[in-house]
C-alpha cells in the first residue's frame, strides 16, 4: 500500500502554463484519502517551489535541489548536503574561465550569481525569487553552499566546461541534469555532493514517517528523477516524459497540461 508520494515540480506539478487547477484539488484529495504528499524538486526551498510545497503538504517534508536539501514546508532546513568547499572553488573558477553562468544555492535558501545573463534572468522569474548578486568564492566561507548549478545552453562552450569538471573534480560532485518547459533550450546542469540525490533524500523523508521505500510513489518526467522512479515502490512518468523515463516506470500517465498528476494521485489513492 502506497503511504507517501514524492512529485517532481517542472513537467510534472508545473507546465508550460504554470500548474494546472487540477493538480490542486488532485492532491487535496489525496490528502484526504491518507496520503502524504512531498515534492522532489531540483527547485531551491524559497520562491514559488515554497509555495508549492505548503499547497501539496503543508505538513510535509519536501524535497529540494535534487536532493541536497530536505526542508519544512516554512522552508526550514531539517536535512542538507553540503557542497566539498575546495571542489566548489573549483567549479567557480572554471564558470569564470569559460564565461558560463553559474549559480550557488545556500541551505537558507539564498541563490547567488556574479553576473547577469538572459537565462538567468529567466531563471529568476521561473523561480519567482531574486538573485543575489556576490562573489561566488566567497559566498562559501560564510554560508552553506549546497548546490551548484550551470544554465546552460548545450554547444562547445558547455561540453568544454563540463570535460574540465569531469576532469579535475569528478571525484568530489555528482551531476544531475534537468529542463523545464517554461524555458526551452536552457540545461540546468546541477553539481552536489556525491551522497546526495533525490533517491537519498526520499529515504531520508520515508524513514522520518516510518514509511518503507515499498510503500513510496514517485511521479516524474526528467532524467532526474529517474534514480526516484526506480527506488520507490511505484514508478510513474508522465505523458510527456523522456523516453527513458517511461521506460523505467512502472505506469505512464497523460502529460502534465492534461492532468496527468491528477491522474496518477487518483490511481495510487484509489488502488489503496
Known sequence: MIRLVFIDVDGTLHGPDGVPDCAWEAARQARAHGLRLSLATGRPNTGLSLDY?????????????QGALVARAD?????????????????????????????AYTAAGGIYVERAANDLEAHERLLGVPFLRAD??????????????????PGPAWERARAAVDSQAAGSFS?????????????????LERSAGKASAARWVAQRFGVTMRETAMIGDGA?????????????????????????????????????????????????
Not at 54 to 65: A, E, I, K, M
Not at 136 to 153: E, G, K, N, S
Open 136 to 153: 561566488l568564492q566567497r559566498v562559501a566561507f560564510t554560508r552553506a553552499v549546497i548546490r551548484a548549478q550551470w544554465v546552460v545552453r
Open 75 to 103: 522552508g526550514a532546513p531539517a536535512h542538507a548536503v553540503r557542497l566539498p568547499q575546495t571542489a566548489y572553488h573549483r567549479l567557480v573558477d572554471l564558470a569564470r574561465a569559460h564565461a558560463l553562468p553559474l549559480e
Open 53 to 65: 510545497a505548503r499547497r501539496l503538504d503543508p505538513d510535509g517534508l519536501h524535497v529540494f535541489h
Open 224 to 272: 532526474n528523477d529517474l534514480e526516484l522512479i526506480r527506488a520507490a515502490g511505484v514508478g510513474i512518468a508522465m505523458g510527456n516524459a523522456a523516453e527513458e523515463v517511461k521506460q523505467a516506470a512502472d505506469r505512464v500517465v497523460a502529460p502534465v497540461d492534461r492532468c496527468g498528476l491528477a491522474e496518477a494521485l487518483e490511481g495510487l489513492w484509489r488502488g489503496r
Open 175 to 191: 551531476w544531475h541534469l534537468g529542463t523545464s518547459p517554461a524555458t526551452p533550450g536552457v540545461l540546468y546542469a546541477s553539481l
